[in-house]
C-alpha cells in the first residue's frame, strides 16, 4: 500500500542510487511542488543539492524575503536571487498576455542560467513536476518548471537545460504531494498554500505593467489574503487573488471627487484547476474587505467581485 512514508523512504533511496556524489539545481517557487521535491532531495543527498529563489517582482507581499527564510529554516541551501528590475524593464510597455508571458520566461530561464552556471559541476536539473503536469500543458502550480516548459527555445538551449532532469514527484497527485510533504514535517502552512501562477502578478495586472502598479496589486491582495486566513476562510478556498482592473471609475472622498482605480476579487473551489466555481464567500467578509481595501490602499476607489465559473470564464482574467 502507498504510504507518505513508504514514499519517502523509497524515493530518497532512489534518489541516492541515481545521483551518487552529484551535484544537483532545482528553481524553488515558494510554491507546494517545488518546495517538496526539494526536501525530498535534501534528505537525498543535502549539501549537493543547489536551490534557486528568483524574485521577479511579481510575487505576493513581502513574499520573497518570508519564503526565502522560510526555506532557509528548512536547512536547504537555497540562493535568493533578486532580479525585479530584470523583469521589470523586459515588459516594459507589453500588455498582450502570452507576450509578458514570453518576457518573463525567456528572463527567468537567463537569470537561472547564469545562476546554475555558478555551481561547478552540476549534472542534474531537478523539478516538482507532478502528475497533472504531464498530462497538461499549462501548470497549475505555477512553478519555475512551468515557466520553463511552455517557454523553452527548442533551437538554442540554454546550458542547464541540458542537463539530466530528475523529478521526484512525476506520479504523484496534488494531495499525495501534501501528504508527502506532512510526513517530513514540513511547515503546514507551507503545504496549505493556494496555487500561484508562475507569471504572477503579471497576468493579474490586465495590460501594461509598471512598478506603481505591482505595488497596488501588492497591496490589496495582501488585505484580501489576510482577510481570508484571519476569518478562517483560506482554506476552504482553492485559489485567491486580486486583480488590477485597466479602468478607472469616479467616487467620492470628503469633498471630493475622486478618479481611480477599480480591482475585481477572485476565490474559487477547484480540485485541478481545470473546471472552477466561484466562492459564496460571506457578505460581511466581502464588506470588510472592500472598506479595508479601499481605505488602506492609495489610488483604489472600488472593488468588485467575480462571480464566474470556469468554463466558460478561466481562473485568472488573461
Ligand atoms: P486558468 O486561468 O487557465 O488557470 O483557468 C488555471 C490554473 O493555472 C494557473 N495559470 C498559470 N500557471 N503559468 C502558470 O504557471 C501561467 O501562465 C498560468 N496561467 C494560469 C492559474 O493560476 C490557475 O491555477
Redesign the pocket.
Known amino acids: 500500500d502507498w504510504t507518505p512514508q513508504s514514499f519517502v523512504e523509497e524515493t530518497v533511496e532512489d534518489l541516492q542510487t541515481k545521483l551518487g556524489n552529484d551535484r544537483v539545481v532545482l528553481g524553488l517557487s515558494g510554491g507546494v511542488d517545488s518546495s517538496v521535491a526539494a526536501m525530498l532531495l535534501h534528505k537525498a543527498i543535502g549539501e549537493n543539492l543547489y536551490c534557486i529563489f528568483v524574485n521577479n517582482g511579481l510575487l505576493r507581499k513581502n513574499e520573497f524575503t518570508d519564503v526565502l527564510e522560510q526555506y532557509k529554516g528548512m536547512g536547504l541551501n537555497v540562493k535568493g536571487v533578486d532580479a525585479s528590475t530584470r523583469f521589470l524593464d523586459a515588459l516594459a510597455g507589453l500588455s498582450d498576455p502570452e507576450e509578458k508571458?514570453k518576457a518573463i520566461g525567456r528572463v527567468f530561464i537567463e537569470v537561472f542560467d547564469d545562476e546554475a552556471h555558478e555551481i561547478s559541476d552540476v549534472k542534474w536539473l531537478a523539478q516538482g513536476t507532478i502528475y497533472p503536469d504531464v498530462i497538461e500543458s499549462?501548470?497549475?502550480t505555477?512553478g519555475p518548471s512551468?515557466?520553463i516548459k511552455s517557454h523553452h527555445n527548442v533551437g538554442g538551449l540554454p546550458d542547464f537545460m541540458k542537463l539530466r532532469i530528475v523529478e521526484p514527484l512525476k506520479a504523484l497527485f496534488k494531495d499525495e504531494v501534501r501528504r508527502v510533504g506532512a510526513s517530513m514535517d514540513m511547515d503546514a502552512t507551507l503545504l496549505g498554500r493556494h496555487?500561484f501562477?508562475?507569471?504572477g502578478l503579471a497576468?493579474r495586472i490586465l495590460g501594461d505593467i509598471t512598478a506603481e502598479k505591482v505595488r497596488i496589486l501588492q497591496e490589496v491582495d495582501a488585505v484580501f489574503i489576510n482577510g481570508l486566513k484571519e476569518w478562517n476562510l483560506y482554506d476552504k478556498v482553492w485559489?485567491a487573488g486580486a486583480i488590477l482592473l485597466p479602468v478607472n471609475s469616479v467616487g467620492v472622498m470628503g469633498d471630493e471627487r475622486t478618479y481611480e482605480k477599480c480591482v475585481a476579487l477572485r476565490a474559487v473551489e477547484s480540485t485541478d484547476?481545470m473546471t472552477a466555481d466561484w466562492v459564496n464567500l460571506p457578505y460581511e467578509f466581502l464588506q470588510k474587505t472592500s472598506n479595508d481595501i479601499i481605505n488602506k490602499v492609495k489610488g483604489v476607489n472600488r472593488v468588485v467581485y467575480d462571480i464566474s465559473s470556469?468554463p466558460p470564464a478561466?481562473?485568472?482574467w488573461e
Open positions: 508571458r499549462v501548470s497549475a505555477g512551468a515557466t496555487p501562477p508562475g507569471p497576468i485559489q484547476g470556469k478561466t481562473i485568472e
